[in-house]
Nanobody, 127 residues
C-alpha cells in the first residue's frame, strides 16, 4: 500500500504564506497526477489544486486561483502547494493524493479519482 506524507502545515496569520510538500513514504512509487484537497471540520473534502504527471497542466478551485500554486519536482518525486495571501477560510486539514492512471496530462479534481492519500497536515490561519 502506498502512503503519501504531507508536511509544511502550521499556524499563521492572515496574509502569510505556507508551502506544503507531498512525497511517497516508499520511494519506489512514482507519483502520477497529484491533487491537493482540504477538509474543514464538519465539511466535505474539497478540491484545491491538481497537477499532471508531466507537470505541464494544473487546475485550481475558484477559491484559491491566483493565491495558490501547485508544482512538482519529479526528480525528487515530490509535489508542492505554495499558499500565499492566506485567509481565515483556508483553515483546514490539507491532503495530497495521487492516482494510478498513466495519463500524462490529466488533472483529476474529485476524490474518487485518486487511489493513494496522505494523513493530512493542519493549516490554521488566524484573522
Amino acid at each position: 500500500q502506498v502512503q503519501l506524507v504531507e508536511s509544511g502545515g502550521g499556524l499563521v496569520q492572515a496574509g502569510a504564506s505556507l508551502r506544503l510538500s507531498c512525497t511517497p513514504s516508499g520511494r519506489d512509487y512514482i507519483m502520477r497526477a497529484v491533487g491537493w484537497f482540504r477538509q474543514a471540520p464538519g465539511k466535505e473534502r474539497d478540491f484545491v489544486a491538481a497537477i499532471s504527471w508531466t507537470g505541464t497542466n494544473a487546475d485550481y478551485s475558484d477559491s484559491v486561483e491566483g493565491r495558490f500554486t501547485i508544482s512538482r519536482d519529479n526528480n525528487k518525486n515530490t509535489a508542492y502547494l505554495q499558499m500565499d495571501s492566506l485567509k481565515a477560510e483556508d483553515t483546514a486539514v490539507y491532503y495530497c493524493a495521487t492516482d494510478r492512471n498513466n495519463n500524462w496530462y490529466a488533472t483529476p479534481s474529485t476524490p474518487k479519482e485518486y487511489d493513494y492519500w496522505g494523513q493530512g497536515t493542519q493549516v490554521t490561519v488566524s484573522s
